[in-house]
């Protein structure tokens, strides 16, 4: 049995409630615990706030309707103001040589204030990563409580932080962290990208277990999320790969794969541990891969995994071979993004599917009886109430299986972020706090968008008619 070389506490920051195991974390606890550490993680998803999305996307015909309180629990909304408390006992319990964060937008300020508290009580180093950390490292690191950052792939540079702390060794000069040393930051340079077939399993023991059920189809299944590839060959721009890309250029290549056999090493070791039921592929684009690859990954799924799975593609890599084989091997879901039925609008987010070519990609799919998901993008820079009407026409002739709207979320290190600033719809300083409209517009106004979210269903079902949009 390996000998414990210390302890690593990851603070879990979620204000919206809404369950499901967090795969970038839970690669790091397998990394360290790989590594001989003892992981645990305070986690605020079932204590800030009840599920937010899930009621929501429930309530406005987005998902479903599924009773989630005999999975994720009743919540108490006396709780939010013992969290800081209960963070505190469990810092002084797990007696933690490091703590570590992951941050995106949506959690950054409930995150530092959280870590402000209690960082009034205890001097232990805490290190921040995730993407608004590699978006934004200044911004971050600026605050008192945050020590250092991590920029990027964190697996291997958190190792070496954990074990530079346990030992009473400098740690200033890691590759990948920004450190704080007095009154200077040791910004050091990036390292080489990982190799996937170098990562650890996922390791699910320091999550509540409610997290291991996820809402789908009107039911909640005990759901894997896991990875056969990083990176992503587009740049679109409402989301930050192209700044990803940028970051890492001359850092090996940036769209990696896994072995098909360890991937499935992990999942059958997840499922078997866990009494999995549903696997999500959180690749970017997976249908993407080239053919003997995704031959040997149905022969083996079907051999080895054989549960129900979703993934998620685009329409240019839909085609009648690969999805018939799918269908074969137990798919459950492919969700297609169409973000906007508005080619033009569309062309400005880098998306260049044409509106035919995603037709013909949702009628191959319906053709083999596989539910399909459009993915959709409501109140964008640049776009106008009259074109949302182009996104319900397209919908209406695809008749996706389940559509999954969002607001535009102006994540840091995305075009559209600063598209919309430059456009005067947002402040540069504006920090997201939940998944809500943000911006006003002189053509598509704030409750005008809010009206077209709520209504969705209804526009798609014809109980409103589309005479009712401004033009």
């Known amino acids: 049995m390996k000998k414990e070389k210390g302890r690593v506490l990851f603070l879990y920051p979620v204000t919206e409630g809404d369950g499901g195991i967090p795969n970038g974390m839970a690669l ?27 009621l929501y996307r429930q309530k406005h015909g987005g998902i479903d309707k599924a009773e989630h309180t005999g999975f994720w629990g009743e919540w108490d909304p006396d709780m939010p103001k013992k969290i800081p408390g209960l963070f505190l006992k469990k810092i002084k319990e797990f007696k ?62 958190m190792v070496e932080l954990a074990q530079a702390i346990v030992a009473g060794d400098d740690y200033s000069n890691i590759k990948n962290l920004w450190v704080k040393k007095g009154q200077d930051v040791i910004k050091n340079p990036l390292r080489q990208l990982k190799n996937m ?58 769209v990696r794969t896994r072995d098909i056999d360890k991937a499935f090493d992990e999942i059958e070791f997840v499922r078997d541990a866990n009494d999995l039921q549903l696997i999500f592929f959180i690749d970017d684009n997976f249908l993407g891969m080239p053919r003997d690859r995704f031959e040997y990954f149905c022969q083996q799924y079907k051999k080895r995994i054989d549960l129900p799975f979703y993934i998620q593609t685009r329409s240019e890599v839909v085609t009648e071979e690969y999805v018939k084989r799918l269908k074969d091997i137990n798919i459950s879901t492919i969700g297609i993004g169409i973000e906007h039925g508005d080619e ?118 014809g109980e409103l008619e589309l005479k009712d949009f401004r033009q």
């Open 28 to 54: 790091l606890s397998g990394t360290l615990k790989q590594a001989g550490f003892e992981t645990a993680c305070f986690d605020t998803t079932f204590l800030y706030s009840p599920p937010k999305t899930h």
């Open 197 to 254: 077939d170098t990562i650890a399993f996922q390791d699910w023991s320091i999550f509540d277990e409610r997290h291991y059920y996820k809402p789908y189809c009107g039911t909640f299944y005990r759901t894997g999320f896991f990875e056969l590839a990083r990176g992503c060959h587009f740049n679109c721009s409402f989301c930050s790969t192209a700044s990803y890309r940028k970051l890492f250029h001359g850092k090996g290549s940036f």
């Open 96 to 157: 933690p040589d490091l703590i570590a964060v992951s941050i995106v937008d949506v959690s950054y300020v409930y995150a530092v204030s959280l870590l402000s508290e209690v960082k009034k009580e205890v001097d232990i180093p805490v290190v921040a990563g995730g993407v608004t950390v590699s978006m934004c490292p200044d911004m971050v690191l600026g605050n008192d409580c945050i020590d250092v950052v991590c920029i990027g792939e964190g697996e291997d540079p």
């Open 344 to 461: 033009n609008l569309r062309k400005k987010m880098n998306r260049y599917m044409s509106n035919e070519d995603l037709e013909r990609a949702f009628e191959i799919v319906h053709k083999y009886d596989i539910r399909s998901t459009a993915n959709i993008i409501i109140g964008m820079p640049y776009e106008e109430e009259s074109m949302f009407k182009e996104t319900i026409k397209l919908l209406k002739k695809i008749k996706p299986k389940s559509i999954s709207i969002n607001y535009f979320q102006p994540y840091r290190g995305t075009l559209m972020r600063e598209q919309a600033v430059k456009l005067g719809y947002l402040p540069a300083d504006h920090i997201i706090t939940d998944s809500n409209v943000c911006m006003d517009m002189p053509l598509f106004p704030r409750e005008r968008q809010v009206h077209f979210y709520e209504n969705f269903s209804k526009y798609i079902d």
